[in-house]
Structures are given as C-alpha cells and as structure tokens.
C-alpha cells in the first residue's frame, strides 16, 4: 500500500510519487509514439472544436457514434473537465475498443486525475501540518511520542484532512490503476512493439504494481533487447526484483 499511515510518511510518499510520475514519463519519453500526458493538454486548449452542449447533444442523438464522444471529451478537456473527458472516452472505448490512440490518450487522462489527486493531497497535508490549531507546538513539545496537553481542536483539524488526504491518495491509486488498465489493452493488441511494453512497465510503475512492472519490463528486453534505453532498463529491473517495490 502506498500510505500505510498518512500523518508520518504522507511528505516520503508523495515524493516518491512525484518522482516515479517524473522517471517514468519524462526519463523514458512515454507515450512519443503516440498521444502523451501533454499532448491531451495541448491539444485540449486547440480552437475550433465543438462546446460541451453541442458534443453532449450530439451524443445524445447519436449514442453508437464513437467519434462524437471523443469530440465530446476533446471539449470537456478544454472546458477543464478530466472526470468528463474520461467519461466520454470509455464510451468510445466500448465502440471502438481496439483504437491505441484513444486508450493511450485515457491513460493520459487517468494519470492527468492522479496527478491532479496527489496535488491536492499534498496542499492538505500542508495545511494539516502548518495550519491546524496548536499544531506545531504539538509536534515540538512531546512526551513519549504524545503531546504533553492535546488539543481537541487540533486534534479535529487533523482527523479531517487525514480523511481527505486518505481519499485524495485512493483517488491517486485508483487511476494509476485505470492507467496500467489502458496500456495493458494496448500491449494485448500490439504484443510485438516494444514501445508498448514500456508505456505499460512506466505506468505500472507509477501504480507501485509490481509484477505488471516486471513483466512488461521483461517483454521489452525480449523485444528489443540492443534499445538504446535497455541497460537502464536492466538497471531498474534489478533494482526492482532486489527490492520487491518499484521505488
């Protein structure tokens, strides 16, 4: 699990989040073959595209038309709507579900979510940590790991952006997930590209899925075992099978 307990290890985690999100798509250039995290941005803020009532309307009309609700995730991204984007995609999926270019444009989508969650995540540890009442005179005056007098107040504070943090990092697990999920449909239609096989090890990788990491990682040494990228490959994969976790 990522966040056994939140309070202690909830700065480590989300450095080490940030630091998989920042190796895994940036080192290793994921997603150059195809549509990345910030081509989906870049694309979403294009003109000319249909509004989110026209793409809704036109869905509505046409429910078994799979380029109307990609039209209508392009406008719910540029309206600033992830969750909207995300939605219309797997309807299209479930028309198209052999089309890579969209599945890679959701997992985009679904690591856009994850980071957004973990963004907000490390805002309200911030603000748990520095802005709840009687906080820092907790943290500094203490007896046996307890404060000497507890503060109900703080006490409150804390409890409840502990909760929020816990569903931020869930929401963070959850798409990571749903990103691995996307890539494994593209790496079960293209078996023989490698590229494939690293989209799908860097996204497992970010979701801290071990085995998924492993594997895919194995598969690209299989198919492309002279890649440019393949001694740090190895590199990371010896790392990961020593340790049993992917940071």
Excluded: C
């Excluded at 293209?190 to 690293?198: I, N």
């Amino acid at each position: 699990m990522f966040f056994p307990r939140l309070r202690r290890h909830a700065k480590w985690m989300f450095l080490f989040l940030a630091l998989v999100f920042a190796l895994g798509f940036v080192g290793f250039g994921v997603g150059a073959g195809g549509i990345g995290f910030g081509d989906v941005i870049r694309n979403a803020g294009g003109g000319g595209g249909p509004s989110v009532s026209d793409a809704e309307k036109r869905v509505l009309d046409n429910p078994k038309d799979a380029q109307a609700f990609r039209d209508l995730s392009t406008a719910q991204q540029a309206a600033g709507n992830t969750d909207g984007a995300i939605e219309a995609l797997q309807n299209y999926v479930q028309l198209r579900p052999k089309n890579t270019d969209v599945l890679r444009e959701l997992a985009a989508l679904y690591l856009q979510q994850a980071t957004a969650a973990q963004q907000r995540a490390q805002i309200l540890q911030a603000r748990s940590d520095y802005l709840a009442p009687g906080a820092i005179r907790d943290t500094i005056f203490q007896i046996g790991g307890s404060p000497i007098q507890p503060d109900p107040i703080t006490n409150a504070v804390s409890t409840r952006y502990e909760t929020q943090i816990s569903a931020a990092a869930s929401e963070i697990q959850t798409a990571s997930a749903q990103a691995v999920e996307q890539y494994r449909r593209i790496a079960e239609i293209q078996p023989k590209d490698p590229s494939v096989q690293l989209e799908l090890a860097s996204a497992a990788q970010s979701a801290n899925d071990v085995a998924t990491t492993i594997a895919a990682y194995k598969a690209f040494l299989k198919l492309a075992p002279n890649d440019p990228t393949a001694p740090e490959v190895r590199r990371i994969l010896k790392q990961i099978q020593r340790f049993g976790q992917t940071g």
